[in-house]
């Protein structure tokens, strides 16, 4: 039975300082949700109000028709899995993954048929006598990841639970969390400041800063649709270019930098362009060339990239960094030509 | 050459030390109790025959165990607590439970013959509330050497549970009470087992130390209350029965021993990891 999480209207303090502002958030039954942000962004006090470590000065919080809010921690039914695994180190192996069902009232026999046959999926049968001391951090993870999963919680919760794992670990640990997730159906949040751990696993990331959610969307559309500055930087582009509307003659508008540069621009590319705006751009999506239409600069470091040369590129109203083709290598120091490639950029409201 | 020496040379003087002033005077104390003139164990059977010399060790061994648990327990509780407190109260908790340690043993169990005198504070507190009418005796009785020497030993056993227990991580306990545990199975399942070397040693330390305590029993128990160590000294010093007073540490040694190794195994029973 899979259920729905729903963060309602949360605030929450440490202390007198406000850590979370109003933050609702809704995680469809069966989902898997990551909650990404650089430390102090509120994502593990987010995790920690679900779990019941700590309580919310206002809102509620909901999972299925169970209201959590006030609720015991050892009440909720959440599986909980840690960054540091959190492994009982005097029980065995086995006596982890039961721990849980002995809390339930199990019988020993069943409890050790339960922990063996969970053992069994994450790989680790031949292990079960161990103590956790003796095991490698993936192991140990996945001890942890059996322990959360064996209670058949309706909800499962991920504390940065790769952190400590070297890459090559790192990725095979996620497709398993990803199998084993989707294998059960279990609604999911999955805290973690990886951005590429983030995406690869979840069904839809929720980007915070500051105890909000900035965006809460599908990879792709984060990765490609950034909502907001903030977002935009966080995914990745690395030029966001201030411009007002001076024209606009049907679909083509035209606007220019604070330096004056002037940009011709298309709506049925970019959809509809407000007065005032952003444009957001990879340093893909900033092609230099020598002359054009386009934003002047004077090139900067010139750095190879194996598919690209990227410039630095300096103008009056900030620097940039875009890329020119392998076939025509310009000098520092040399002027030229920025032109947006509309796939590659993003309109955002701007800031100010 | 030197290199290979150099390990026996630099444990050399501190081995000496040990030797000369502990392992030689506890050696002949010792043999001194098995060449005597009557038979080899006759100290020993002069000891258990006299009803009294068993009283006493039976005495010692009752006070210095209810001391532990009730020293174990309180410490266990205070220790508890001041764990979870943040960084800057839990020093001065700290600091205010060793500071009584920094007086002597004699000066800290006097304080208790000032409390518990027939004219002592507690009894003029009684007094005045009208809770009794005439002052009870409570100095010379065994529960006024039990708690003095509670007093005494709770300081030792919440230093050295205070770092066990601030040893155990936080998320362990996060994950046990994600499983389902109420607060006494967190308590029970997880804490207790992890705090269970330290609790070892702590019991060990309050267990040793009131089994061979001196100045407590002699204050506040005084001839009626005797123990082993006040024993020891009668024997010694009053009647120059040397060979009785080797006899004496010589129980003292063994029994000591048992209880230890007892308390090992109890605990190793309880839990596998510890020990």
Redesign the interface.
Known sequence: MTVSLTLDHITAHYGSTQVLEDLSLAIKAGELVSLLGSSGCGKTTTLRLVAGFLEPTSGTIQLGERDLTRLAAHKRDIGLVFQNYALFPHLSVRDNVAFGLKQRGLGGTERTAKANAMLERVGLSSFADRMPAALSGGQKQRVALARALVIEPPLLMFDEPLSNLDAKLRVDMRVEIRRLQRANGTTSLYVTHDQEEAFSISDRVAIMNAGRIMQLDRPEVLYQRPANSFVARFVGFENLIGMTVTARDGETVTAVTQAGATLKLSQSVFGAIPDRFVLAARPDGLAVSREGEGIPVTLGIRTYLGRAYQYQCTTPAGDYLGNGPLTELLDPGTAAVLTPVPEQCCILPSDA | MIKRLSPWILAGPASLLVLVFLILPVGSTLIATFTDAKGWAAPYAAFFNSGFRRTVLYRTIEISLITTIISVVLGFIAAYVVAQMPARLKSIMIIAAVFPLLTGVVVRSFAWLILLGKNGILNTALLSVGFISEPISMLYTEGAVIAAMVYLFVPLMILTLAGVLEGI?K??V??????????F??FR??IL??AMPGLIVGAVLVFTGSFTSYATPQLLGGERQMMMGTLLYQRAMVTFDWTGASTVAAIMVVVTILIVVLMTRLARRL???AG
């Open positions: 991580p998320d362990v996060e994950a046990a009470t994600s499983l389902g545990a109420t607060p199975a967190v399942q997880v087992p992890l839990n596998p990891m």
